[in-house]
């Protein structure tokens, strides 16, 4: 075998290895991205029409939830290929879930901020960079709408309504999972 033959090779083993980890991957954005429309249209829901912001504990029930659910969704698929793209997919949603998480108690037990606008920018940004590994447009994209788009909102909107921007990002995060279902079957 030439090494333009080898090359060609490796091409296209890694190109078919990332054809089959974005329709792998697609799952899990339909899954979080439905587990955060539900998750904010309910906590949005009880907020608005009581009165009250304690119902924001709830988003800490939505790790406990989608975590073992997210497991129960890829371990069906003993197909799918494990690489380094695949790690690192799991590394970047991971650390976004790490971040998330301390950010929050950061807040609630020291530094008050803004936690939509700094969650929703961590979102669409864990999801372009996602895109960008998988080099998946309609991936960017939506990320990048969920994250600057969400900032931009966060910034201007004062209300439980800030609740409903993670209702559009799960809407899209959904969306993006559908899209890239779309486009490997």
């Given amino acids: 075998m ?10 296209e083993t890694l190109n078919n290895s990332r054809r089959a980890i974005l329709r792998n991957n697609s799952k899990g954005f339909i899954l979080w991205g439905s587990l955060l429309t539900v998750f904010s249209l309910a906590i949005y829901l009880l907020w608005h029409y009581t009165g009250n912001p304690a119902w924001n ?17 890829y ?14 997919l799991g590394y970047i949603w991971a650390t976004f879930g790490v971040f998330s998480l301390t950010i929050s108690l950061i807040a609630i037990l020291a530094v008050p901020m803004n936690l939509f606008l700094v969650i929703i920018l961590l979102l669409g ?3 372009s960079i996602s895109g960008v590994l998988l080099r998946n447009w309609p991936i960017i994209i939506c990320g990048f709408l969920v994250g ?12 439980s309504a800030l609740t409903l921007l993670f209702t559009l990002g799960g809407v899209l995060l959904a969306a993006t999972g559908l899209i890239v279902k779309q486009q490997y079957k």
């Fill in 2 to 11: 030439t090494a333009s033959e080898s090359l060609a090779l490796i091409t």
């Fill in 57 to 73: 504990w709830l988003w800490f029930a939505f790790s406990a939830i989608g975590y073992p659910l997210a497991t129960l969704v």
């Fill in 75 to 88: 371990k069906k698929d003993k197909n799918a290929p494990t690489n380094e793209i695949g790690k690192a």
């Fill in 125 to 127: 940004l864990a999801e």
């Fill in 148 to 159: 600057v788009g969400g900032a931009v909102v966060a910034s201007t909107v004062h209300t």
